[in-house]
């Protein structure tokens, strides 16, 4: 006997308002749902001479950052973007964002606007490019590439909170408008190596003070999705969704000013993403904090509530001072990405939602069929073509409220239990403040029974 669910969907109809529309680029890299960020830079350096193997990512705070003679001494051998790539795709990554310069004015590649590079170390004997070969391991492994570069901040050069004045590490001062100008030519530079899909700017922008990343963002990258570029966003922009925890607050809205949770009337499109680490909480390798390393079961949870909220999961990869992946983040990463593919291995139910949905009284219905199971995950994806647009939405079965949430947006996952021995009838109820009819785009079903090892 064929089960069957019913979905229903009714829109409480409001005044005429338009609706922020997402751009192809990016529905595409929703679509990508996971992504990895490598944070791995002059912090991960940051010791001090006489304790080697200790950093810290508070180290200027602490009164610490390494000398331009220790600096030009380190050399992390062990140093493999092939290998890099190899642990993001473990865990599912499709596309990866390297921090080329993380406050320290340290870059990853050869620039030709001071000496304070990776170029200018022991690593392959000098002259080494990190963002080239970077790039190379992310064509051979079909990984897309992004760049996460720091304007706010510059050690080197002396900055802090965009404005000059402060100590400069280099021992050289600057003007604002010098400033400005070399940001403008390390970008021209990073740029220039073409292939960028993410660019991201930590903290944001400010336009007054740095006027010259938007101009050589439009000019050089206009199709790379921006993170962090209220300003100047255009149908490319991504934005921070307010915590480092991969815990995307609901109501989860892709249209927003910039705001944590969205905002469904924003005349801007712009996808959330949430961040967060693999030791909590550093960002950049620390030594002897293998103790801090989540468990698989906190990961899975960082999963659900950001990609089953809406929201890309970025999760963070902090090689050590010789270059490598300790072992340990390398074992956790691969297990969580083998918890996932565990989870979602036994689909029960898939339907991709082509055909509109018909009238039926005052609202919209679907009808689909779902088998009996005592454990079920269920992932609902809307249209969002036109915008998102559903408020809120509740699931019942049997006259009965299973669950009542809001927003639904590129993907939401949720766990059922039942005790039916049959096939169960749902229905799904939406509500939307605007006149466009609610779409759904497919709707999945997973059978959990057995898989309460998955995580372990």
């Known amino acids: 006997m064929k089960p069957s669910i019913i979905l229903t969907c009714f829109a409480l109809i409001g005044a005429a308002q338009g609706v922020a529309k997402p751009s192809a680029k990016q529905l595409g890299w929703m679509d990508l749902e996971v992504g990895a960020m490598i944070t791995w830079n002059l912090q991960t350096y940051c010791m001090e001479e006489n304790n080697p193997g200790r950093s810290s990512q508070k180290c200027q705070?602490?009164?610490?950052?390494?000398s331009l003679k220790s600096t030009a001494e380190w050399n992390p051998y062990a140093l493999d973007t092939d290998k890099w790539v190899e642990i993001a795709s473990s865990?599912?990554?499709?596309?990866?964002?390297?921090?080329?310069?993380?406050?320290?004015?340290?870059?990853?590649?050869?620039?030709?606007?001071?000496?304070?590079?990776?170029?200018?170390?022991?690593?392959?004997?000098?002259?080494?490019?990190?963002?080239?070969d970077f790039l190379t391991s992310c064509e051979k492994y079909n990984m897309k590439p992004g760049f996460f570069y720091s304007s706010h901040y510059n050690w080197f050069l002396g900055v802090n909170d965009f404005k000059v004045g402060w100590p400069p590490l280099g021992g050289v001062t600057y003007t604002q408008e010098q400033y400005n100008d070399i940001v403008g030519k390390q970008l021209r530079e990073l740029y220039g190596y073409k292939g960028a899909y993410e660019v991201w700017y930590d903290g944001g922008v400010d336009t007054v003070l740095t006027p010259s990343v938007p101009q050589v963002v439009s000019e050089l990258v206009?199709?790379?999705l921006c993170h962090s570029c209220v300003n100047f966003s255009r149908d490319v922009g991504l934005r921070w969704m307010g915590n480092e925890e991969g815990v995307m607050p609901l109501p989860s809205w892709g249209a927003s000013n910039g705001t944590v949770n969205g905002d469904p009337h924003s005349v801007s499109f712009m996808p959330p993403s949430a961040d967060t680490v693999?030791?909590?909480?550093?960002?950049?390798?620390?030594?002897?904090?293998?103790?801090?390393?989540?468990?698989?079961?906190?990961?899975?949870?960082?999963?659900?509530?950001?990609?089953?909220?809406?929201?890309?999961?970025?999760?963070?990869?902090?090689?050590?001072?010789?270059?490598?992946?300790?072992?340990?983040?390398?074992?956790?990463?691969?297990?969580?990405?083998?918890?996932?593919?565990?989870?979602?291995?036994?689909q029960i139910y898939d339907v991709n939602i082509t055909?509109?949905?018909?009238?039926?009284?005052?609202?919209?219905?679907?009808?689909?069929?779902?088998?009996?199971?005592?454990?079920?995950?269920?992932?609902?994806?809307?249209?969002?073509?036109?915008?998102?647009?559903?408020?809120?939405?509740?699931?019942?079965?049997?006259?009965?409220?299973?669950?009542?949430?809001?927003?639904?947006?590129?993907?939401?996952?949720?766990?059922?239990?039942?005790?039916?021995?049959?096939?169960v009838a749902y229905t799904l109820t939406v509500s939307s403040s605007f006149e466009a009819v609610p779409k759904l785009r497919r709707i999945t079903a997973y059978n959990w029974v057995g898989k309460e090892l998955c995580d372990n």
């Open 222 to 224: 206009p199709d790379a």
């Open 61 to 66: 705070s602490m009164g610490y950052v390494p």
């Open 355 to 423: 055909a509109p949905m018909q009238p039926a009284g005052t609202g919209w219905a679907y009808t689909f069929t779902v088998p009996a199971t005592r454990n079920m995950s269920f992932s609902v994806m809307e249209d969002q073509t036109a915008g998102q647009v559903v408020n809120e939405w509740h699931l019942s079965a049997g006259g009965l409220t299973v669950l009542s949430s809001t927003g639904i947006g590129h993907k939401r996952i949720v766990n059922i239990a039942s005790e039916a021995s049959g096939p």
């Open 278 to 346: 693999l030791r909590e909480h550093y960002w950049f390798w620390w030594n002897n904090t293998e103790n801090t390393i989540k468990s698989t079961t906190k990961l899975v949870s960082n999963y659900l509530t950001s990609v089953g909220r809406a929201s890309n999961l970025i999760l963070n990869m902090a090689p050590d001072s010789t270059g490598a992946v300790p072992q340990a983040d390398v074992t956790a990463y691969a297990k969580f990405g083998a918890a996932i593919k565990c989870l979602f291995s036994d």
């Open 91 to 132: 865990f599912g990554a499709k596309y990866i964002v390297l921090v080329a310069d993380h406050m320290t004015g340290f870059t990853l590649w050869d620039t030709k606007l001071h000496n304070f590079s990776i170029a200018h170390t022991k690593w392959k004997g000098g002259g080494g490019d990190l963002v080239k």
